[in-house]
């Protein structure tokens, strides 16, 4: 069965930096490209970007390309979204999803709330 | 790249279908056949109802279909039902991606 499981809800201050993961299993991970995708409360969906495991290749929305880094350790099967100054609009839910032109399979999301 | 556009809602009664259009520009939507939709409930995470404009996932009820017409996309839900009622948003690739404003399904 092919999973996307994804690491904790996170409460961050302002300033800080934050790692948040994404495992997958039931397929093999270098063969397809992880998404991440910003939900933010009450909106819609925002592509972020994609990394392609196999070589670590990635492609960023202009909206989130140098806020954001798009990350994987194909030894352990999981990707990676990391910022390094959170802001209080970092506030969201964030998904990870499976695929390069559609997303087959995603994760549970993480909520990451920044606040002071 | 902005959003693709969407109405923000549509409705219809059980039994009856609704039909959510999704409009992009030539450089999306127009060129290429790589427009997908997905539902999602509240609190839940997106699904994978539609890809490569009119393909439909295994397990996906044969209710959902998919068009496009120029520059824009289509996802119509025949026959409704009370579990069809969720947001849906379209999704375009064209090196990047990019997803619809979203629409709000009500099943009156």
């Known amino acids: 069965e092919v999973q996307l499981v994804q690491s904790g809800a996170e409460v961050k201050k302002p300033g800080e930096s934050l790692r948040i993961s994404c495992k997958g299993s039931g397929y093999s991970f270098t063969s397809y490209w992880i998404s991440w995708v910003r939900q933010m409360p009450g909106k819609g969906l925002e592509w972020m970007g994609r990394i392609d495991p196999s070589d670590s290749y990635t492609n960023y929305s202009p909206s989130f390309q140098g806020h954001v880094t798009i990350s994987t350790d194909k030894s352990i099967s999981t990707a990676y979204l990391q910022w390094s100054s959170l802001k209080a609009s970092d506030t969201a839910m964030y998904y990870c999803a499976r695929g390069l032109r559609s997303a087959d399979y995603w994760g549970q999301g993480t909520l990451v709330t920044v606040s002071s | 790249q902005s959003a693709l556009t969407q109405p923000p809602s549509a409705s219809g009664s059980p039994g009856q279908s609704v039909t959510i259009s999704c409009t992009g520009t030539s450089s999306d939507v127009g060129g290429y056949d790589y427009v997908s939709w997905y539902q999602q409930h509240p609190g839940k995470a997106p699904k994978l109802m539609i890809y490569e404009v009119s393909k439909r996932p295994s397990g996906v009820p044969d209710r959902f279909s998919g068009s496009k017409s120029g520059n824009t996309a289509s996802l119509t839900v025949s026959g409704l039902q009370a579990e069809d009622e969720a947001d849906y948003y379209c999704?375009?690739?064209?090196?990047?991606?990019?997803f619809g404003t979203g629409t709000k399904v009500t099943v009156l």
């Open positions: 999704s375009s690739y064209a090196g990047s991606n990019v």
